[in-house]
């Protein structure tokens, strides 16, 4: 079964920049289109960005355009999120997610195949 482990998350101050990286293991990811996901306390899981399995189409929130890009490494089977221009409003547990199919929605419900999250916190 496909399996995703994030990493790159850790405290960083406003402005500041960092790369979340989503390697898989049990399964090709060539297929799978990836999604990244955030959820705040007390708030609901939200869509960041997804790419779809080729790496041709991507799809960003309104919050990170021009902020946050998403690309994948198929040969290393990892797909990264690298966040500039960090905000306080971006503190939450980052989530990769995989799908099968050429869509490549926003909405959590949408997605098979969930990481256990990495803590991204932006403070002064």
């Known amino acids: 079964q496909l399996q995703l482990v994030e990493s790159g998350g850790g405290l960083v101050q406003p402005g500041g920049s960092l790369r979340l990286s989503c390697a898989a293991s049990?399964?090709?990811?060539?297929?799978?289109?990836i999604g990244w996901f955030r959820q705040a306390p007390g708030k609901e899981r939200e869509g960041v960005s997804c790419?779809?399995?080729?790496?041709?189409?991507?799809n960003y929130a309104d919050s990170v355009k021009g902020r946050f890009t998403i690309s994948r490494d198929n040969a290393k089977n990892t797909v990264y999120l690298q966040m500039n221009s960090l905000k306080p409003e971006d503190t939450a547990v980052y989530y990769c997610?995989?799908?099968?199919?050429?869509?490549?929605?926003?909405?959590?419900?949408?997605?098979?195949?969930w990481g256990q999250g990495t803590q991204v916190t932006v403070s002064s």
């Open positions: 997610a995989a799908r099968t199919g050429w869509a490549i929605p926003l909405s959590p419900n949408e997605y098979d195949y």
């Open positions: 049990g399964y090709t990811l060539d297929y799978y289109a």
């Open positions: 790419i779809s399995s080729s790496g041709g189409g991507t």
